[in-house]
């Protein structure tokens, strides 16, 4: 079965903090996983791929097989990036699975 | 930049009631979807579909729901007899191929649900 888990509803930070949004998965067998973001109002869109190792918007995000988790960073937080993360793992099927979601809002 | 096309916005059915929502994919994905998310939950699995069939549905996908590519640019999902608890966002998805990290899953913008 694949499960993702994201253990926080809402991270509320100052501009220019630090941000980690945590996700931990669940599966038997070599999985893909994605964050997916969702601004206001707007529908949700890939953010970020662990097989690219890419940094978009100044976020990035490690897979550790050991710890089985994929936490999502930022050094320093911008108002613009409030909104809600999903945390998302693909199988060898073709289902997407999301974690619940976190809503994060940075104060100016 | 191509989108993922969903009318209507926001569908307003009584109980009992057939209701089906329209969704425009992506015009050279081949794998379509379809996810839900109940006010406050998280997003759901519903089906999907490859090559004019389902491929994967979940759980919720029951009896009571079916998908459709009638023409070569829709794709539906139908809800023969809503009930209450089917009141939900509904999101329409497609990719190029399976959701690996080459093709990314585009969503639409969602269809709310509501059923009185």
């Known amino acids: 079965a694949q499960r993702v888990t994201q253990p926080e509803k809402l991270l509320s930070v100052f501009k220019g903090a630090p941000v980690e949004l945590k996700c931990n998965y669940s599966?038997?067998?070599?999985?893909?996983l994605f964050w997916y973001v969702q601004y206001s109002r707007q529908r949700l869109q890939l953010l970020l791929r662990?097989?690219s190792r890419e940094s978009i918007k100044g976020f990035t995000a490690d897979l550790n097989k050991g710890e089985t988790s994929f936490h999502l960073k930022k050094p320093f937080a911008q108002e613009e990036d409030s909104a809600m993360y999903y945390c998302?793992?693909?199988?060898?099927?073709?289902?997407?699975?999301f974690g619940k979601g976190i809503t994060l809002s940075v104060r100016p | 930049e191509p989108e993922v096309t969903q009318t209507p916005s926001h569908q307003v059915t009584q109980m009992g009631q057939e209701v089906i929502l329209r969704c425009v994919p992506i015009s050279n994905h081949l794998y379509f979807y379809w996810y839900r998310q109940i006010l406050g939950q998280k997003v759901e699995f519903l089906v999907s579909?490859?090559?004019?069939?389902?491929?994967?549905k979940s759980e919720i996908f029951d009896d009571q729901f079916s998908v459709e590519r009638p023409d070569g640019s829709n794709f539906t999902l139908k809800i023969r007899s809503t009930k209450l608890e089917d009141s939900a966002m509904y999101f329409c998805?497609?990719?190029?191929?399976?959701?690996?990290?080459?093709?990314?899953?585009?969503f639409g913008n969602g269809t709310r649900l509501t059923v009185t």
């Open positions: 998805a497609s990719s190029r191929g399976l959701p690996g990290g080459n093709s990314p899953l585009h």
């Open positions: 579909f490859y090559n004019n069939e389902i491929s994967e």
């Open positions: 998302a793992l693909a199988g060898a099927n073709s289902k997407l699975t």
């Open positions: 662990h097989i």
């Open positions: 599966y038997s067998g070599s999985p893909e």
